[in-house]
Each structure stands twice: as C-alpha cells, then as structure tokens.
C-alpha cells in the first residue's frame, strides 16, 4: 500500500471533514488534489479495503435505542437469515462468528418494542427461534482508530 493512501486511510476514520468539499478539504491537508484524494478512495472501495464511508453518532443522544443482538442460525439458513436482518434500516453491523450463536448484529431504532418486534418478526420470517437481544448496559469505548 501506498504512503498516499495509508495517509487518506488514517485521515478519514475519525476527521473526514463535513464540508461542501470533503475532498477537496483532505487534499488540502493531505498535499494533494481532491481528484487524487477521489481517485485513491474509489480504489481504495473497489480493492475492498474501505467498505464504506459513512457517520457514527451517538445514537443514544439522539434519542435512539442501540443494541447487541445474536442468532443461532443452521449452516443452510444463513444467507436468508442475514439478507432478511440486512433488510432492516435499523442494523448497522452483521457478523457470522464461529459460535454456536453465530450470527452478531447491531440494532439501532426510536424503542426497544420495535427492536422486539422486529426480532420476533425476523424469528417467524426465517424460522429461526433463538435469537436473543443484548442491549449494553455500560459503554466502555466507542472510538477505534487503527493507525496504518
């Protein structure tokens, strides 16, 4: 990987700008220019390296409920189990985990009864019974950086 594109990768994770000109902006502080920073970005997208670029925000000062939610989910029924979660605007994160409980997925919405609801109906859709909801009861971090 390039110096130029390990430079991009540290600077957005937790700084992108919120600018008309975002990129613009990173070529400024990067040295380069805002099609160079687009040009590595979108390679960097299509390598698989960046999966996506969007916010994290503090769901619960914005008055959303977030929650930790796990599945025990047959071989055969994966792929349905997690197209069905991803249809949810409210999952942010989905994991297959060597597990017994092996699907791990977070759920952010306005209340817990429509997470509940939303489990139960994910349960009777894929038929799959055992899924329980682990809402955090203490955050102990919500910023990671990897420096590269």
Known sequence: M??????????IQSDFPI??????ELGRRLNLSENE?????RRLRDEGIIRRIGGNFHSNKLNFI???CTAKVPEEKIDDFVEVVNSYPGVTHNYLR??????????????MGYIERALKEISEVTGVPEIRNLPAVRTFKIKVDFEV
């Open 98 to 111: 060597n597990n017994d409980y092996n699907i791990w997925f977070t759920f952010i919405a306005k209340d």
């Open 37 to 41: 920073v687009i040009e590595a970005i």
């Open 66 to 68: 977030s929650t930790l």
């Open 19 to 24: 600018t008309p000109r975002p990129f613009q």
């Open 2 to 11: 390039h110096d130029t594109d390990k430079n991009i990768l540290n600077e």
